[in-house]
């Protein structure tokens, strides 16, 4: 079973700041990985898809990279609408812990 | 335009069983492993169980293996999920799921 690890749990920031969030995997997923945007309540939001593409209407401050066995989520300049908890899940399978991005 | 569109929750006794069912549209069902998720209040999403292209292979989480059984017939583009001995730590919102596309969900509740 392949292991996901997403880290950190918990991000304390403020509006503008650069937002990087880790994800690796204990086998080579190659890009199979999706980023999801949660909020209390409400469904989870597809972010990132294929490692790297985003998900038309998402915000441009919003990006992935990686593959193999270490992602990344990336929000380039924190607005308050993404204090937010965020996954990553590698396709059909297991999903990462979540980070809680809270306010700084 | 990928679909999926789930039915069949409820509310149901502990020890109870529910068959949930997927409608598949918009791509090619036959083509493509096929998931459920479930996410219980509060908690984050949790995987439960997946299915090769054409059935001939499942996988499941732990706490469901045994009782939870995954199939999909690729004729009715449908995927199902069968769920016996349900427990109280199974009420969830259950979505159907390829690779990174959604259904709207199916809540199911195991209450007395």
């Known amino acids: 079973d392949i292991q996901m690890t997403q880290s950190p749990s918990t991000l304390s920031a403020s509006v503008g700041d650069r937002v990087t969030i880790t994800c690796r995997t204990s086998?080579?997923?190659?890009?199979?990985l999706a980023w999801y945007q949660q909020k209390p309540g409400k469904a989870p939001k597809l972010l990132i898809y294929a490692a790297s593409r985003s998900e038309s209407g998402v915000p441009s401050r919003f990006s992935g990279s990686g593959s193999g066995t270490e992602f990344t989520l990336t929000i380039s300049s924190l607005q308050p609408d993404d204090f937010a908890t965020y996954y990553c899940h590698q396709y059909n399978r297991n999903f990462g812990g979540g980070t809680k991005v809270e306010i700084k | 335009e990928v679909q999926l569109v789930e039915s069949g929750g409820g509310l149901v006794q502990p020890g109870g069983s529910l068959r949930l069912s997927c409608a598949a549209s918009g791509f090619r069902f036959s083509g493509y492993w096929m998931s459920w998720v479930r996410q219980a209040p509060g908690k984050g999403p949790e995987w439960v169980a997946n299915?090769?292209?054409?059935?001939?292979?499942?996988n499941y989480v732990d706490s469901v293996r045994g009782r939870f059984t995954i199939s999909r017939d690729n004729a009715q583009n449908s995927l199902y999920l069968q769920m016996n001995s349900l427990r109280d730590e199974d009420t969830a919102v259950y979505y159907c799921?390829?690779?990174?596309?959604w259904g709207q969900g199916t809540v199911v509740t195991v209450s007395s």
């Open positions: 799921v390829r690779n990174e596309a």
């Open positions: 086998q080579n997923i190659n890009d199979w």
């Open positions: 299915i090769k292209e054409d059935g001939s292979a499942q």
